[in-house]
């Protein structure tokens, strides 16, 4: 799901990221995938860093750029 370059986030955000994962929060997260945007719901395993790019694991199975996340809800 790679489409340009990195671009980094903000932190607060990122640290929501995080605390949602620890939580083991449910969440819907829709980003983009390509030219449109798609929506999931699951759990955030992970929020990691590979090379220079970061990334949430949902579910342990789902991998989604940090930068492509265009919105958030908690459920």
């Known amino acids: 799901m790679k489409s340009g370059l990195y671009q980094p986030i903000n932190c607060g955000f990122h640290d929501r990221l995080e605390s949602l994962a620890i939580l083991k ?3 819907g997260i829709t980003f983009r995938d390509g030219a449109s945007n798609r929506t999931v719901t699951g759990i955030i ?12 694991s949902i579910d342990g199975k789902m991998l989604i750029r940090l930068d492509h996340i265009v919105g958030l809800e908690e459920l």
């Open 25 to 27: 929060k449910t969440v």
């Open 45 to 56: 395993h992970d929020v990691f860093a590979r090379g220079k790019e970061e990334f949430i």
